[in-house]
């Protein structure tokens, strides 16, 4: 969950960068990155790579997608909700149905 907060944070950032030709908000940007990416990899240690990759990327598009309608005015439909509100639904199911083996006791 970190690790998408800080997805959404640098997704929803990236604007304000202008193509990374502003050093403020680019920096900001990219610690975000890394603050996503750090916890992600701590998190597959234990968790199967494609459950763990599919809930960070649903979560980071659906709060970026959410946020774009709410700050950065991209269009707001029935549709683009109806979308969101299923990638919601998947990253819920791998959730509750993904396997709770960690890596290591899988591969032996």
Same mark, same amino acid.
């Given at each position: 969950?970190? *690790?998408?907060?800080? !997805? @959404? ?9 202008? =193509?990374?030709?502003?050093? =403020?908000?680019?920096?900001? @940007? ?20 494609? *459950?763990?990759?599919? @809930? ?34 998947? @990253? ?12 290591? !006791?899988?591969?032996?």
């Amino acid at each position: 969950m970190i *690790s998408a907060c800080f !997805e @959404v944070a640098w997704a929803s950032g990236l604007p304000a960068t202008h =193509g990374f030709t502003r050093p =403020g908000p680019t920096v900001i @940007v990219i610690a975000a990155m890394l603050a996503s990416f750090l916890p992600l990899a701590k998190a597959v240690r234990t968790l199967p790579i494609g *459950s763990a990759y599919a @809930v960070w990327t649903g979560l980071g598009a659906t709060g970026t997608a959410s946020l774009g309608m709410l700050w950065h005015g991209d269009p707001v439909s029935v549709l683009r909700i109806l979308g969101i509100s299923l990638v919601i639904l998947g @990253v819920a199911g791998l959730q509750a149905f993904g396997e709770t083996k960690s890596v290591k !006791e899988s591969s032996a």
